[in-house]
């Protein structure tokens, strides 16, 4: 057997073998990324509500997500993975606590765009010291926001909190999330940011010592792929509902298999 298997980078043969055993998995997640691809055109309408434009560009950032989940579980990244499903969390948190207000929230975050650009300017220019030449780059740059974004920004004098006016935490209280956002989305972030309580899934157990993982491994595999499937799912049910499309069935159809695919090949992860 050769030593190294190319897809599509160099990983370890007895990697290989160890990502076939969750094949049950890959092949639900072929089954959503074809449900995606089906979804597209049905979103793409060329008059569309707020929500409906928010949902459909929620859609398209969730998916695109999911696709860069999986290829990374199919070369053994899990762990890197693991980081992005907190985009899918927050893609799901943010279409959920919408469709509670689904005219005024959406609009909300399309309103949000340029009054974002003014804030951020704004920082910079609150510096004491600049490079030259980056002073009056802004000042021209924040002029043109300003004239954009008009009085939109009296809707959000809470200039942390962006379009919501809420911390990622309370939309997910308001979504019925919460506990979530306590168990999991706390481990999604510590991986993206590399915190200590991420640490462990960044070594590989070498007795008798034990080692910084610095290749693939099968290391975050499954629950990178469990949650990404699960919050797509959502995210995906969620903007086909607010386009009024039935996909009802299909999702139920997908989530029934995926269950099964958990059942399956779950023991025998370890």
């Given at each position: 057997?050769?030593?190294?298997?190319?897809?599509?980078?160099?990983?370890?043969?007895?990697?290989?073998?160890?990502?076939?055993?969750?094949?049950?998995?890959?092949?639900?997640?072929?089954?959503?990324?074809?449900?995606?691809?089906?979804?597209?055109?049905?979103?793409?309408?060329?008059?569309?509500?707020?929500?409906?434009?928010?949902?459909?560009?929620?859609?398209?950032?969730?998916?695109?997500?999911?696709?860069?989940?999986?290829n990374l579980c199919l070369c053994g990244c899990g762990v890197d993975a693991l980081s992005l499903c907190g985009s899918l969390f927050?893609?799901?948190?943010?279409?959920?606590?919408?469709?509670?207000?689904?005219?005024?929230?959406?609009?909300?975050?399309?309103?949000?765009?340029?009054?974002?650009?003014?804030?951020?300017?704004?920082?910079?220019?609150?510096?004491?010291?600049?490079p030259r030449g980056m002073r009056s780059r802004y000042r021209s740059y924040l002029a043109g926001l300003r004239a954009q974004a008009g009085a939109l920004t009296r809707h959000f004098p809470k200039r942390g909190l962006g379009w919501a006016q809420l911390t990622t935490k309370q939309r997910a209280k308001s979504a019925g999330m919460e506990i979530e956002y306590e168990e999991l989305y706390w481990i999604?972030?510590?991986?993206?940011?590399?915190?200590?309580?991420?640490?462990?899934?960044?070594m590989v157990d070498d007795e008798p010592q034990r080692d910084v993982a610095v290749g693939p491994n099968a290391g975050g595999?499954?629950?990178?792929?469990?949650?990404?499937l699960r919050y797509g799912l959502q995210v995906f049910a969620s903007a086909s509902e607010a386009h009024g499309l039935n996909l009802e069935a299909e999702v139920d159809r997908i989530g029934r298999a995926f269950m099964t695919a958990c059942d399956a090949v779950g023991p025998a992860r370890h």
């Open positions: 057997m050769a030593t190294y298997v190319n897809v599509p980078t160099q990983i370890p043969a007895e990697l290989a073998e160890e990502l076939h055993r969750l094949e049950p998995l890959f092949a639900v997640a072929r089954e959503f990324y074809a449900l995606g691809v089906r979804l597209h055109p049905a979103l793409d309408r060329e008059e569309r509500t707020s929500l409906q434009t928010v949902a459909y560009l929620i859609y398209g950032k969730a998916f695109r997500t999911f696709q860069s989940v999986l927050e893609n799901l948190v943010d279409l959920k606590y919408m469709r509670k207000a689904p005219v005024r929230r959406p609009l909300r975050y399309i309103q949000f765009e340029q009054v974002e650009k003014v804030y951020q300017a704004e920082k910079i220019l609150a510096h004491k010291r600049l999604f972030c510590g991986y993206k940011h590399t915190l200590p309580a991420a640490a462990h899934g960044l595999v499954f629950e990178a792929l469990v949650h990404a």
